[in-house]
């Protein structure tokens, strides 16, 4: 039988560097992962569909969205606080780019963002949709500076919901991207 002897002497002077190698290189991994993934414009996209979602509940006894605007909007409280401190850009509700008031046969209506950079259009744009908001939304279009107008919409070949990262880079460029998100 042979016997196995260990030379404890070895084991006193271990050197860590490797160890603190592999831990910094795992934590900026994970860092990276996060970075990557991570949608710094998520909290701005849900307030957007909190407010449609806000507008919907107001309007759901009525017959269309008669009279709906950016001002009747605030006034009615159906604007969410967090999209209101979003000043840096201009944001309007309505129908259309410039937020007409509804008339009484309208079924949809806008909401608008105005003066995007390319970042964040890239991340409104791609923002993960929830279910509940699936329902209701009909289509995005992201209109930008060379005036190019591009429309997303469920089950469209060219163009499909939900936007992929891919896509919205292609559409958004660096400024003056104006985003309509459309809903029921």
Known sequence: MERIYVNLKRFRGVNYNGLI????????????????????????????????????????????????????????KLVSKELLKHTEYDFKIGIGVNGDTALPSDSVFDIVLSGVNKSTCIGLVEAKVGKKQLLSLQKITVINSDGDTTEFTWGDNKHPLPVTKYAARNVCKPTQNTILWNFQ
């Open 21 to 76: 190698i592999i831990i910094s290189l795992v934590f900026a991994l994970i860092t990276l992962c996060y970075v990557l993934l991570h949608n710094p414009y998520q909290k701005l996209h849900e307030q957007i569909f909190q407010t449609a979602y806000n507008i919907r509940t107001y309007y759901s006894d009525h017959p269309g969205y008669w009279k709906l605007n950016t001002e009747s909007a605030i006034d009615d």
